[in-house]
C-alpha cells in the first residue's frame, strides 16, 4: 500500500491507524484557512453587510418619514381645500346679497327717476297749455277785434273794444 500524508495507514493486524502528523497539518492548514477567511472575506464581507443592512435601515426610515410627511401635507391641503371653499362659498353668498340689495337700489333709483321724469312731463305739460290758451287767448281776442271792427266799422273806440273783449274771454274762461 501506498503510504501518504493524507492517507490511512494499515496496522500489522489489520487494523486501520489515523496518522496524527497529517491531521494536525490538516488542521493546522483549516485553521489558517479559517484566519484568513476571518481577515480577507469574511470581515470585509461582514462590513459589507453592515453597510448594507445600515442603508437598508436608513432608506426605511427616509421612506416612513416621507410617508409622514405626505400624510401631513395631504392633511394640510385637505384643510386648506375645505377652507377655500368655504370662504369661496362664504364670497359667493356676499356677492349674491350684494347684487340683491344693488338691483333694489337700482330699481328704487329707476322708479324715483320716472315718477319725477313723470312729474316733470306733467308740469311741463301744464306750462305749455297754459302757453298755448294764452296765445290762442291772444288770436282770439285779435280776431275778434277785426271782426268786430269790421263788423262795427269803426263806431267803438280799440280801448273800448279790447275791453269788450277780454270781458268776454273771461266769461268764456268760467264756463269751461
Same mark, same amino acid.
Given at each position: 500500500?501506498? #503510504? ?15 496518522? #496524527? ?9 483549516? &485553521?489558517?484557512? %479559517? $484566519? %484568513? ?13 453592515? *453597510? ?17 410627511? $405626505? ?7 385637505? $384643510?386648506?381645500?375645505?377652507? +377655500?371653499?368655504?370662504? $369661496?362659498?362664504? %364670497? ?5 346679497? =350684494? ?8 330699481? #328704487? #333709483?329707476?322708479?324715483?327717476? +320716472? ?12 306750462? *305749455? ?6 296765445? %290762442? ?10 271782426? +268786430? ?15 269788450? &273783449?277780454?270781458?268776454?274771454? =273771461? ?6
Amino acid at each position: 500500500m501506498l #503510504t501518504s500524508s493524507f492517507v490511512l495507514g494499515v496496522a500489522e493486524g489489520g487494523h486501520k491507524f489515523l496518522n #496524527t502528523g497529517d491531521i494536525i497539518f490538516q488542521l493546522l492548514m483549516f &485553521i489558517i484557512l %479559517l $484566519a %484568513l477567511l476571518k481577515k480577507f472575506a469574511w470581515g470585509p464581507l461582514m462590513g459589507i453587510m453592515k *453597510q448594507r443592512e445600515e442603508h437598508v435601515a436608513n432608506e426605511i426610515e427616509a421612506a416612513e418619514k416621507s410617508r409622514a410627511e $405626505a400624510s401631513n401635507l395631504l392633511e394640510e391641503q385637505r $384643510a386648506l381645500l375645505k377652507e +377655500a371653499r368655504v370662504e $369661496a362659498q362664504g %364670497l359667493i353668498e356676499n356677492a349674491k346679497k =350684494q347684487g340683491d340689495l344693488q338691483r333694489e337700489e337700482i330699481i #328704487t #333709483t329707476a322708479r324715483a327717476e +320716472a315718477n319725477r321724469l313723470k312729474e316733470s312731463a306733467k308740469v311741463e305739460i301744464e306750462q *305749455q297749455k297754459e302757453l298755448a290758451v294764452a296765445a %290762442l287767448r291772444e288770436q282770439v281776442a285779435s280776431l275778434s277785434v277785426l271782426i +268786430a271792427s269790421k263788423v262795427i266799422e269803426k263806431e267803438l273806440t280799440v280801448a273800448d273794444q279790447e275791453k269788450l &273783449i277780454n270781458d268776454y274771454i =273771461q266769461e268764456a274762461g268760467e264756463k269751461r
